[in-house]
């Protein structure tokens, strides 16, 4: 989502594939730039991850705000059964100059996770 002073309240969405998120965890990098003319800002610029259940339903299961420095590590734990995976962006309702970037977003079983820090950590030794 580039910066820009245009569309206030405008959402961006990438969404999977129905999958098996059993046991299985999301993790992706993000960075966020706000910048709110309105310091009461009711809703402001946003990520979320979301999981649609196959009956459409939508559960919130993380969601971040504000201006970060550097890309910032998400991760968040799937619910059971099968689910489509939306990560949206979301710009402040008010107008405002923002910009949300993600990067290296990764589904896979949450043991596996703790795994590739072990490796990389045994290859460092």
């Known amino acids: 989502m580039a910066k820009s002073d245009q569309g206030a309240g405008n959402k961006a969405r990438l969404v999977s594939p129905f999958m098996n998120t059993t046991d299985k965890c999301l993790e992706l990098f993000y960075w966020m730039r706000s910048v709110d003319h309105d310091q009461d800002v009711h809703n ?37 059964g099968v689910h489509r995976v939306v990560i949206e962006g979301r710009r402040a309702d008010l107008k ?10 990764a589904v896979m079983d949450c043991a596996r996770f703790g795994m590739l820090f072990i490796l990389s950590y045994k290859t460092m030794q």
Do not use: K, N, Y
């Open 44 to 80: 402001p610029t946003q990520l979320s991850v979301i999981a649609m259940s196959e009956q459409l339903l939508e559960t919130a299961l993380v969601s971040a705000s504000g201006s970060t420095v550097d890309f910032i590590r998400l991760f968040v734990q799937l619910p059971e």
């Open 96 to 105: 405002a100059e923002c910009s949300i970037s993600i990067d290296d977003v």
